[in-house]
């Protein structure tokens, strides 16, 4: 399987899945980085280890469906079979979500449907929930809301902030989105409905 990563940021979450490729646990190859901000560290991380990574940026096309086109020539140049967001701050169109239909991977720093989109860290904390988590997910044209393919629930501690959650969050990340990848990589992942059924 060959991943296409798209990430806007800092791309811890790439470089656990790179690390999992190198340790031989999962068994893809990432053939394309994906960034839409010019200074992503992401890109960076990618150079280091030879993977092409290229910065394709909103305000250099006229309308979301030009953007999202040039990201799908890059990806089909590559020969991309899984889009892998990670940490990829923006909503794909179901054009876009359509050309890789259950193909495309997301993770999100809680356990969804609870708090969705920016900032899931504060949501939880400010909502006083006791648990949140990491829910990593297939893509559809709505945000943070596809078919779940796996959970991990972390304790939200008296006293966290959104530093210390992120971090305990993000550790379960790193574990989480390789598992995933191997699962789809393996043909065990079964999208019925909103149910994925792991085979
Ligand atoms: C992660 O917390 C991920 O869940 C969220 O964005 C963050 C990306 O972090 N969608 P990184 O760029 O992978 O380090």
Request: contains cysteine; charged residues 15%; proline residues 3%.
């Amino acid at each position: 399987t060959i991943l296409g990563i798209l990430a806007s940021g800092r791309g811890s979450n790439m470089q656990a899945i790179c690390n999992s490729i190198d340790a031989g646990l999962l068994h893809a190859k990432v053939g394309l980085v994906i960034s839409d901000k010019a200074n992503a560290k992401v890109l960076d991380h990618a150079a280091a280890k030879g993977i092409p990574a290229i910065c394709i940026e909103r305000k250099n096309f006229h309308s979301k469906q030009e953007f999202e086109a040039a990201m799908a020539q890059q990806l089909t140049l590559y020969h991309v079979n899984l889009v892998i967001l990670a940490g990829f701050m923006r909503i794909l169109s179901a054009d876009f979500v359509n050309l890789f239909s259950g193909s495309i991977m997301n993770i999100h720093p809680s356990l969804l449907p609870a708090f969705p989109g920016l900032d899931a860290h504060e949501q939880a904390i400010a909502y006083g929930a006791k648990v949140s988590g990491c829910t990593i997910h297939f893509v559809d044209e709505g945000m943070d809301t596809g078919p779940i393919i796996m959970q991990q629930a972390v304790s939200i501690l008296a006293g966290d902030t959104v530093e210390t959650l992120s971090e305990r969050i993000l550790a379960v990340e790193h574990e989480l989105y390789p598992q995933a990848i191997r699962l789809y990589c393996e043909q065990r992942l079964c999208i019925e409905g909103r149910n994925v059924k792991i085979i």
